[in-house]
């Protein structure tokens, strides 16, 4: 589903996810962690972060520059945590970062917008391996993006183009299988995504020095072998 998400996007019928994490939780060390929605990687080693804004007040409040710099965010710490010591330059990988939302971020009627790095002087577009793209549900300019998005926000029936997401939507919403497996889905996230914010939370208090393991873990919620084990991380 992620793949074939991936291949509309980027118009790139022939690629391939070799793995795909939801929920991908990137700790980093006197710095913002983050969880990111979706981490993808290709054949070629590229990184793929999708990222989900649900419209609701917060997300309407949103300035352009907020949803940026939250992409920003999420991009210095894919190349913090996923590049090694002394890879060479030209070896760094392509990172997509895939921003979708119900509201238009830029409020210019585009269903998608490519944010490219350009020489002020010249116009020319330079590349550092980082691709912006920006896709909301707000704006239909009646491209195959705004028919996807139109699809995500009401997913109903299966959808000739989007066979894959569509039947996955299907087995979700119309098996008594894929009903229960949601729910265990949601469980699971919500579960995991408590226990992310317990380890960052942790890993702040560890740091600080001042307490002891046994109150760390009486403070998040988390085991003391837990707690533990994330001290040895952070050594």
Same mark, same amino acid.
């Given at each position: 589903?992620?793949?074939?998400?991936?291949? #509309?996007?980027?118009?790139?019928? &022939?690629?391939?996810v070799?793995?795909?994490? $939801?929920?991908? =939780?990137? %700790?980093?060390l006197? @710095?913002?962690?983050?969880?990111? &929605?979706?981490l993808?990687?290709?054949? $070629?080693?590229? =990184?793929?972060?999708?990222?989900?804004? /649900?419209? &609701?007040?917060?997300? *309407?409040?949103?300035?352009?520059?907020?949803?940026? /710099?939250?992409?920003?965010?999420?991009?210095?710490?894919?190349?913090?945590?996923? $590049?090694? !010591?002394?890879?060479?330059? %030209?070896n760094?990988?392509?990172?997509?970062?895939?921003?979708?939302?119900?509201?238009?971020?830029?409020?210019?009627?585009?269903?998608?917008?490519? #944010?490219? %790095?350009?020489?002020?002087?010249t116009g020319?577009?330079?590349?550092?391996? #980082?691709?912006?793209?920006?896709?909301? +549900?707000? *704006?239909?300019?009646?491209?195959?993006?705004?028919?996807?998005?139109?699809?995500?926000?009401?997913?109903?029936?299966?959808?000739?183009?989007?066979?894959?997401?569509?039947?996955?939507?299907? =087995?979700? !919403?119309?098996?008594?299988?894929?009903?229960?497996?949601?729910?265990?889905?949601?469980?699971? =996230? @919500?579960? /995991? %995504? *408590?226990? &992310?914010?317990?380890?960052?939370?942790? *890993?702040?208090?560890?740091?600080?020095?001042?307490? @002891?393991?046994?109150? #760390?873990?009486?403070?998040?919620?988390?085991?003391?072998?837990?707690?533990?084990?994330? !001290?040895? $991380?952070? +050594?």
């Amino acid at each position: 589903m992620c793949e074939e998400l991936l291949q #509309i996007l980027l118009n790139q019928p &022939d690629l391939k996810v070799v793995e795909n994490q $939801t929920q991908r =939780y990137l %700790r980093n060390l006197g @710095a913002r962690s983050v969880i990111l &929605d979706v981490l993808c990687q290709d054949k $070629t080693g590229a =990184y793929f972060n999708i990222e989900v804004q /649900k419209h &609701d007040k917060h997300s *309407a409040e949103l300035r352009p520059d907020e949803y940026q /710099k939250r992409v920003r965010c999420n991009l210095a710490n894919i190349d913090t945590v996923f $590049t090694e !010591k002394g890879v060479e330059f %030209r070896n760094l990988p392509d990172i997509y970062a895939i921003f979708l939302s119900e509201h238009d971020p830029f409020e210019q009627s585009c269903t998608t917008y490519h #944010i490219h %790095r350009a020489i002020t002087e010249t116009g020319t577009h330079v590349q550092n391996g #980082i691709h912006e793209i920006y896709v909301n +549900a707000e *704006a239909n300019d009646g491209s195959l993006h705004a028919e996807l998005m139109n699809y995500m926000v009401d997913s109903n029936g299966y959808h000739p183009v989007f066979k894959k997401l569509s039947q996955k939507v299907q =087995y979700f !919403k119309e098996s008594q299988k894929g009903v229960n497996e949601m729910g265990n889905v949601f469980d699971e =996230y @919500a579960e /995991k %995504r *408590a226990n &992310d914010e317990r380890k960052i939370f942790a *890993a702040k208090l560890l740091e600080d020095a001042t307490f @002891a393991v046994s109150k #760390i873990a009486e403070l998040t919620g988390l085991s003391e072998q837990e707690v533990e084990n994330l !001290k040895q $991380t952070i +050594a």
